[in-house]
């Protein structure tokens, strides 16, 4: 089978890296956590640009949050994550939005991640199987 992601370790590399260490999670997390909420209406008006954009050419518009490893999810900032959530609610009154969380789902285990925030080849596959399911559903 051909590797996806040719730059992402797979197989027994993988299991030489401590993926799921607390330094692999404080790293993850310097990369993703917001200094501040600077930027949150900026982006939140990008967001809303491009809602509006897909309103007026009957484009559906779907947000979803990936499933992260346990030990990325626990260590996140709860304020940005409320912040995210609260932003997501606000688009949800005003468009047609949909949103989909997967980041506490427990259908994903070890073996679907790379590390702490990225979903490995077999991650990837049940991720979609998983989106277009949920999606397709929707659509009934």
Not at 71 to 78: A, F, G, I, L, V
Not at 100 to 123: A, E, M, T
Request: aromatic share 14%.
């Amino acid at each position: 089978e051909e590797n996806m992601f040719p730059f992402y370790p797979q197989g027994d590399l993988k299991d030489t890296i401590n993926w799921q260490s607390d330094l692999s999670v404080k790293v993850a997390l310097n990369g993703t956590t917001a200094r501040n909420n600077e930027y949150v209406e900026e982006n939140y008006g990008y967001f809303c640009s491009m809602a509006d954009y897909c309103c007026k050419h009957h484009v559906r518009l779907i947000f979803i949050t990936t499933p992260i490893w346990h030990t990325y999810r626990e260590q996140m900032s709860h304020k940005q994550l409320l912040t995210m959530y609260e932003k997501i609610a606000q688009m949800k009154e005003k468009y047609p939005v949909e949103y989909y969380d997967y980041k506490n789902d427990p259908r994903f285990v070890s073996d679907d991640f790379i590390d702490v925030q990225h979903l490995s080849n077999v991650g990837a596959k049940k991720f979609t199987n998983i989106l277009i399911k949920d999606i397709n559903s929707h659509n009934q």
